[in-house]
């Protein structure tokens, strides 16, 4: 046995000590090329050539993919190619004859007319594109050497590219440049942000400008490699063996976010419905959130917008960047003071008729029988006065009086002020990837009545992020958690994770016994039967609470008018939170929300994915028939006789990529919900890849087809595939880009 492993060994060691020799050789000759022209390895003096100059190339490297929390590209590389016409009749090309010889033939643009003819078609079918196109390639006499055609020739792809080279035209000449592209289109799109194609010395880089793009722009966009070598000076063609030195590029991290995909195109749906609900709604934006842990699981603003596009109409983050006066959401805040301070049982009753303000000697708020002052009353929404109602019934049926009560004769007003900075309103949330702006939100405590107003949401302004870090205090025993949208942070090229996003406690400003009443109240409010309104946000399986909030939106000129934002912040399942749901909007309508329909839909959707009543199906019309009760079976790593046994049992479309007979990855992820029928990929080790017929795949399933094989795919349309570019059974690689069209 030693004597086997030294023989092991010794071949080891020498194998190691060749390749340490050709590695010195090859670096000292690109040495010598570099400061004298000689490559000593061909014996050619490169200096003393004619017509030869030394070029220098930027490498740039591949820009981060960033991914959904299953896996889904959401933003990533896709080539395209420019093209240019060649009019110089000096330039010729080596080709083979038909006995197979290298012969020198003419490379230009010999006949204008039959190449405008054969390629305006194929770019664009139109007559003035003809026109301009064999105008440009009639500029030869004019003294151009090359010519290039403007927008329809800058964004070829390569479905197009293949059809212009199957001409086999003289004169042409395609450059591939990458840019980026977003398959699910208007998809977290304040979120992910947006790039430009910045114009550099010798091509275009790739730089983010907003969102998380913007954000990190350095960790996506990886290191710049170089080379410099020598080139004909005719045609630009490189020398054979005349490559000076070369240094590589490293490409940009990867970066998963920890969005759930199905959660977030629900929220997108919910948010699109709601800008629709009457002609007056200006915007609309909404979070889901891991209530236990602080993961954003759906993000989102409207208007919103295509990065791929750039029909950009609004650039602002509503859920991050807008500060704005939340309404009765903020009640939760003096309730809960009120509550840890001792001083409070939800089943005393209080006068609730209009609350006439004034300050006593103390410089404390105090209750006038009448009115002291214009303007200075506290009256409940549409004027509501019941008789003496309770406390638990004035939240549930959100009394403002109630609020000016609890900081009259419960509650210090400086210590309810102090509870507003242990919930670190005003204060910016600090996500690591989510600009905020400069502006956290701010309160006016400068009157009695401006206090009690800040405690039912008015005269105060915070943003939709703070709000919901502020409630995760309820749902985690009086602990509050940061929200984070950064899951990972992973160098493609070894594998090691740079980040890595976690639970994140930011305070305990309330205790556990006042945690577990607000839930109380806020079962109360959906539960109680008090309010028809919000009995409306039930829906079957799951127990909900939540607080809803309407507030007038303050004129620049001072004062309120009608623009109104309308709110709902929902806790699921209400006995023990594992998720939170807050969706606003802001319209001219004054009077009750009128999205409580979509709001319902995303809030069966979000149950149904995260199994929030023991995996039992919410809505069939939403998730249907779904199996397995713990997700989809890991197949990585296993045999292909294994994935082909379990997707047969579960009634599973297979597609296997790849003539290998062992798994290396699959789509949808292991563990993942998935229903009957529904398409599974696998891929196995093999480095070949077929196109595969998608007529009728989903948007996501061409998507996960990307994230698999990583073969870049261009999307136009929605709905589910029609057409393909490459012909089922195409031999594809990571080179091309695959082409849909989908209705």
């Not at 004027?383 to 004035?394: C, I, M, S």
């Not at 990855?665 to 009957?676: D, F, R």
Request: overall charge negative; charged content about 20%.
């Amino acid at each position: 046995m030693k004597k086997v492993r030294l023989k092991q060994s010794v071949k080891i060691s020498f194998l190691s000590i060749l390749i340490f020799l050709a590695g010195t050789l090859l670096l000292v000759n690109v040495l010598l090329l570099d400061l004298t022209g000689k490559n000593f390895m061909s014996n050619k003096d490169f200096s003393k050539l004619e017509g030869v100059i030394i070029k220098n190339k930027t490498i740039f490297p591949k820009r981060g993919t960033i991914y959904d929390s299953d896996g889904n590209i959401l933003a990533g590389d896709v080539t395209f190619y420019k093209i240019a016409f060649i009019l110089s009749d000096t330039v010729q090309t080596y080709e083979y004859d038909e006995n197979g010889e290298w012969v020198l033939v003419d490379d230009y643009v010999k006949d204008p007319k039959l190449t405008a003819d054969l390629i305006a078609p194929i770019l664009n079918d139109t007559p003035e594109f003809y026109s301009y196109l064999l105008e440009r390639l009639s500029l030869k006499d004019e003294g151009y050497f090359q010519v290039e055609v403007g927008y329809y020739g800058s964004n070829i792809s390569y479905s197009k590219k293949e059809q212009i080279e199957a001409l086999n035209l003289p004169g042409i000449r395609f450059t591939g440049f990458t840019t980026r592209y977003y398959p699910y289109e208007k998809f977290a799109s304040h979120l992910l942000g947006y790039v430009e194609n910045q114009k550099k010395d010798d091509g275009f880089k790739i730089v983010g400008i907003s969102g998380i793009e913007g954000i990190l722009n350095k960790e996506l966009s990886g290191i710049e490699g170089s080379s410099s070598y020598y080139v004909n000076n005719e045609n630009g063609s490189p020398v054979a063996g005349g490559l000076i030195s070369s240094e590589k590029a490293y490409d940009g991290y990867d970066i998963t976010l920890t969005l759930n995909n199905i959660i977030q195109q629900a929220l997108e749906e919910a948010l699109t419905k709601t800008m629709q609900v009457n002609d007056h709604v200006e915007k609309a934006w909404a979070i889901v959130m891991d209530a236990k842990t602080g993961a954003i699981l759906g993000y989102g603003s409207h208007p919103t917008f295509s990065a791929n596009d750039m029909e950009i109409t609004d650039y602002n983050d509503y859920c991050a960047m807008l500060p704005y006066e939340p309404g009765s959401t903020m009640k939760s805040f003096v309730y809960a003071a009120t509550i840890n301070e001792g001083t409070f049982n939800r089943n005393d009753t209080f006068d609730c008729s209009i609350f006439y303000v004034t300050t006593d000697a103390n410089g404390k708020i105090a209750r006038s029988p009448y009115r002291v002052m214009e303007n200075q009353e506290i009256r409940n929404y549409r004027g509501a006065q019941p008789y003496y109602p309770t406390f638990y019934e004035a939240f549930c049926l959100s009394y403002n009086v109630g609020c000016a009560v609890l900081l009259e004769k419960y509650i210090d007003q400086e210590v309810y002020m102090d509870y507003m900075d242990k919930f670190l309103f005003y204060q910016p949330v600090e996500i690591f990837g989510i600009d905020e702006g400069s502006f956290f939100g701010s309160a006016d405590y400068g009157s009695s009545f401006s206090i009690i107003t800040t405690s039912f949401g008015q005269g105060m302004s915070a943003t939709a992020l703070q709000i919901m870090r502020a409630y995760s205090a309820f749902c985690n025993g009086g602990t509050m958690i940061k929200p984070y949208i950064i899951q990972s942070i992973v160098d493609p090229e070894t594998g090691t994770v740079i980040y890595q996003g976690q639970r994140e406690e930011v305070g305990t400003p309330i205790s556990e016994t006042t945690a577990s009443e607000m839930l109380s109240l806020f079962s109360g409010v959906v539960n109680s039967g008090y309010s028809d309104t919000s009995a409306r946000y039930k829906i079957p399986g799951v127990n909900v609470g939540g607080k809803s909030g309407t507030a007038e939106v303050a004129l620049p000129e001072g004062g309120y008018g009608d623009l109104t934002i309308h709110s709902m912040v929902i806790a699921m399942p209400i006995e023990n939170p594992q998720v939170l749901i807050y969706l606003a909007y802001q319209d001219w309508n004054p009077y009750v929300s009128q999205n409580i329909p979509y709001i319902n839909e995303l809030e069966r959707i979000v149950a149904s994915v995260l199994g929030l009543s023991g995996n039992k199906v919410i809505d069939e019309n939403i998730v249907n028939r779904m199996v397995y009760e713990n997700g989809l079976d890991n197949y990585i790593n296993h045999s292909l006789a294994y994935a082909v046994e379990k997707a047969e049992k579960y009634n599973l479309e297979l597609l296997i990529i790849g003539d290998g007979d062992t798994v290396i990855n699959q789509y949808p992820a292991g563990g993942s919900t998935i229903i009957s029928g529904q398409r599974v990929m696998v891929l196995t080790n093999s480095e070949k890849v077929l196109m595969p017929n998608m007529k009728g795949w989903s948007r996501k399933e061409v998507i996960g087809f990307w994230n698999l094989t990583g073969i870049a795919v261009s999307l136009d349309g929605y709905g589910y595939v029609k057409t393909q570019n490459f012909a089922e059974g195409t031999e594809i690689d990571k080179t091309m880009t695959i082409e849909v069209q989908l209705q």
